[in-house]
Structure formats: structure tokens, C-alpha cells
């Protein structure tokens, strides 16, 4: 179980729909794009067990060990573990695959995000949170990618303007002028399970010609502490806005202002990386 974040900024206890009643065709969106050499773990119809899916994923410096009374005993927060090597991970959980998911396909992105996670548990110990933890718990958990050629097509999306960002910009989405290089957030994948959910995620922006340069940098960025130091530098994305992300994307469908919301005043975003 995970707590959902809604388009409002609510969140709610979310229940993942059980592995037998999720249709394959759901793994072919675009959100999972990035994750087709794992379609079996995802469509098979029983679930892997976890030293199977440790055996598979064979992360390097990292294992998966299936969390149960004994493993917490050793009384470690779950980063400070991961740190040592051993990733918790239940058994038959839609959320901890997707997230060893991502551990195979980013795994520098993980390890930045653990490395900064125990920098700060270290300082401030394992009950306190910071807004640093905040961001880089959020981006872990609904975190994307943009990557962008040029800055200046961020301007519809600096006034929350989406229908010139998603609509009479499409073209510039479908040439790759502007495009998601990644997804990160395990809790998005889990989310997308639920048909018709409309997902936002929350994203850090860089300027790069080529997906794999912007996810390098980004994690050479959140190795380095240069991003990821308060929530307020996430841009929200209504991801079902992109071109081809939603099967129907018609003028009323971008005017629903519960899901593509208007910017709060006083609200500014970051440039983005690299610009």
C-alpha cells in the first residue's frame, strides 16, 4: 500500500488492483516504455518470488531480500539498509517490483537518491525529515525526467498554460523537442495500474539532445546535492496530457481544472538544467 498523490495535491491510501485482474495491454503505455525488456515480471500470472527477482535484475552492489520480521529486526531505516547492500522488499507487492524495477533500468538515479537520503538521516537522524528528504522521497516515488532542447518551450509550462503546452505543442512532443527521458517514481507505475487514473508526476527538467545524457546528469546532480533540495523545485506534470498518452485528449479534456490545474501565485519553477 502507498499514499497516492492526486491531481489537488491530496493524499490518499491507495490499494493496488490484485496481479490477476491487470490487463498485459496495460504495461504497453507509454509509461512504461522505458521497462519493456521487463514485461514478463510484470504480465506472467504468477508473481516472482523476491530471490528470483533478485536473480534476475542481478543489481549491482545491491540485493533483493524479501522483508519479514527477522529483516527489520536489525532496527535500520530502510535507506541506512540499502546502504549496506539490501533492498527491502515484500513478496507479491505491485509497488516494491515496480520499484526494483526501476533499480535495474536507473540504478544511478537510486543510488544518488539513497546516498542522499542516508547524508541526511545521518545528520539529523532517522525521526526527522527535512525538506531536502521530502523532495528526494517525492521524486523517488513520482519522480520524471524532461528533457528539453530548448528552454524556451518551458514557457507555456511556467503559466501552467497546458493546452499551448500539450495541444498546440504537440508537435514539438512528437519531434522530441520536448520528451520524457524517464520515468522514475515506482508509485506512478503502481498508480498507472487503475485505468483511466489521470497521473502527475513530478519532474526535474534538463537540456540535453539525448535521453541517457539527461538521466546521467540528473544523477550526477542529485549525487552532487545541486537539485532535489526542497519539493518546490519539482515542475508538476499531468502526464496524461501528453500527446498520445491518453486516448482521447479533446479541448474539453485539457479544460478540466481539477486535473490540469492553474499555477498558484507566487508560484515559480526552476530553469532548467543545463540551459
Not at 60 to 88: K, S
Not at 229 to 253: H, K, T, V, Y
Request: one cysteine or more.
Amino acid at each position: 500500500m502507498t499514499a497516492a498523490v492526486d491531481a489537488g495535491g491530496t493524499r490518499r491510501r491507495f490499494i493496488a488492483p490484485p496481479r490477476g485482474v491487470v490487463a498485459a495491454d496495460v504495461f504497453a503505455r507509454p509509461l512504461f516504455a522505458g521497462f519493456s525488456r521487463y514485461a514478463d515480471l510484470m504480465t506472467a500470472a504468477d508473481w516472482p518470488t523476491v530471490a528470483a527477482l533478485d536473480a534476475r535484475l542481478a543489481l549491482p552492489g545491491r540485493h533483493l531480500v524479501e522483508q519479514d520480521d527477522a529483516l527489520l529486526a536489525d532496527g535500520l531505516h530502510y535507506e541506512q539498509r540499502i546502504a549496506q547492500g539490501r533492498i527491502a522488499t515484500r513478496a507479491a507487492n505491485w509497488h516494491d517490483l515496480f520499484n526494483a524495477l526501476v533499480w535495474a533500468r536507473h540504478p544511478a538515479i537510486k543510488n544518488a537518491l539513497n546516498a542522499r537520503q542516508c547524508l541526511h538521516i545521518g545528520c539529523h537522524g532517522p525521526q526527522q525529515r527535512n525538506r531536502a528528504q521530502a523532495a528526494l522521497t517525492q521524486f523517488d516515488e513520482t519522480g520524471v525526467i524532461v528533457r528539453v532542447r530548448d528552454p524556451a518551450v518551458l514557457q507555456a509550462w511556467d503559466r501552467h498554460d497546458w493546452a499551448a503546452l500539450f495541444a498546440d505543442g504537440a508537435g514539438r512532443w512528437r519531434s522530441g523537442e520536448i520528451a520524457v527521458a524517464a520515468v522514475v517514481g515506482h508509485a506512478l507505475m503502481e498508480q498507472a495500474l487503475l485505468p483511466g487514473r489521470l497521473l502527475v508526476g513530478k519532474c526535474v527538467v534538463v537540456c540535453a539532445d539525448e535521453d541517457g545524457r539527461a538521466v546521467a546528469r540528473v544523477a550526477r546532480m542529485i549525487d552532487t546535492g545541486r537539485v532535489l533540495n526542497d519539493p518546490l523545485e519539482l515542475r508538476p506534470l499531468p502526464l496524461m496530457g501528453i500527446p498520445g498518452w491518453q486516448p482521447q485528449q479533446d479541448a474539453p479534456f485539457y479544460r478540466q481544472a481539477d486535473y490540469f490545474r492553474p499555477l498558484r501565485e507566487g508560484r515559480r519553477y526552476p530553469a532548467p538544467h543545463g540551459a
